[in-house]
């Protein structure tokens, strides 16, 4: 009786554990312009000169790589978000200097990118493990 006691307190015990670590895990819902085509992945947001709206980005469909990214003729500031493909994230390089040639990536392979405007990341604290859904 007292080995199914315990058994029983250790089940509910891993169930609160489980559910403290999805309640940490925020959801962060955006509006997305998709990069699907090699131009349009090449070309991302390059020439563009205003900021994007609020909580809108640019969403590169990758296909499951380790991409680069660079800032060559991207004249506004950006946050650039490594994402699985259920959309989690697995890294985040904030503020990208405008018009810089270094090389941004991430040693793991990721499904999509997200670009968002720069500083998008640290107002909405965004962390590792969090998930991005888009809107439509």
Known sequence: MNLYKNIAILILIGLLLVQIIHQKTKVHKIRVIHARSKQ???TG???VNEKLPKDHGMLFHIDYSIPSFWMKNTHIPLDIIFLTKDMKIIGISSNNAPLSE?????NK???????MNGGWSIRNKLKIG???EILK
Do not use: A, C, H, N
């Open 40 to 42: 349009e992945i090449k």
């Open 45 to 47: 947001l390059m020439f």
């Open 102 to 106: 270094k090389r941004i990536k991430f």
């Open 109 to 115: 392979p990721s499904s999509y990118v997200l670009e």
């Open 130 to 132: 969090d998930k991005i």
